[in-house]
């Protein structure tokens, strides 16, 4: 797609298997953690958050893990299907209070059918 | 369905041109952010603000790049003048600024304006 990178790392899962996508972030003083999900010629778009006072959250099929000790951020996504296919941006807010955010490189998910 | 609104969604320009870009964040948002992204960089924070003011434009090269938002309901991101180093696609995101423990921010991103500068 015209918006991600041609290096960047691939997950190549099978449709209908779990995904987890990896993430080291940059800062421990990092308050809050985003995932978003972007497709080709769109925007990112926003996944699932979550607090650094938290280890796990989950929403519909998505699942947040949160591994302060190591800097570690996984997304999992359970039953993937061809519609996930797309590249995954982790974010963190790197200085408490000014909410702006400083993402990761990407990961791209392919998922065959 | 709320969304992000930028303008043009594709700009083709020569060296030495302006450039404007435009952008409408959603009715009642106070934050409104431009990221820029390239294949080599990924998405870099150019500049921000908060009810309309300047917070943050340490990201954006400031002889050529300049942010504002007259009003709530624009943002606009000019360079002047251009160069082929800057082509990339311009993503404007707007949100609320409250606490993450208040319910979060995770801001909502516009389509994007893509600049090739030839």
């Known amino acids: 797609g015209e918006s991600v990178g041609l290096h960047l790392p691939t997950l190549s899962v099978q449709e209908g298997d779990n995904s987890i996508i990896n993430c080291a972030y940059s800062?421990?003083?990092?308050?809050?953690f985003i995932w978003y999900k972007q497709e080709s010629g769109k925007g990112p778009q926003f996944i699932i958050d979550?607090?650094?006072?938290?280890d796990k959250r989950q929403g519909q099929r998505v699942t947040v893990l949160l591994n302060k000790t190591v800097k570690h951020l996984s997304l999992q996504i359970a039953a993937t299907q061809p519609g996930d296919s797309a590249v995954y941006f982790c974010?963190?807010?790197?200085?408490?209070?000014?909410?702006?955010?400083?993402f990761g490189s990407g990961t791209r998910l392919q998922v065959q059918p | 369905d709320a969304r992000v609104t930028q303008t043009p969604r594709h700009k083709v320009t020569e060296m030495g041109q302006e450039v404007t870009m435009r952008c409408q964040p959603i009715?009642?948002?106070?934050?409104v952010f431009w990221y820029r992204q390239t294949m080599m960089q990924g998405l870099e924070l150019l500049a921000y603000?908060?009810?309309?003011?300047?917070?943050?434009d340490s990201g954006m090269p400031k002889d050529r790049f300049s942010a504002e938002m007259p009003d709530a309901t624009l943002a606009t991101l000019k360079i002047q003048p251009s160069e082929p180093r800057d082509s990339a696609v311009y993503f404007c995101?707007?949100?609320?600024?409250?606490?993450?423990?208040?319910?979060?921010?995770?801001?909502?991103f516009g389509s994007g304006t893509r600049l090739t500068v030839v």
């Open positions: 995101a707007s949100g609320l600024s409250i606490s993450p423990r208040q319910g979060g921010y995770g801001y909502t």
């Open positions: 800062n421990s003083a990092s308050d809050y």
């Open positions: 979550i607090r650094s006072n938290m």
């Open positions: 974010a963190e807010n790197i200085t408490p209070g000014r909410r702006a955010l400083t």
């Open positions: 009715l009642g948002h106070n934050t």
């Open positions: 603000f908060r009810n309309r003011a300047p917070l943050d």
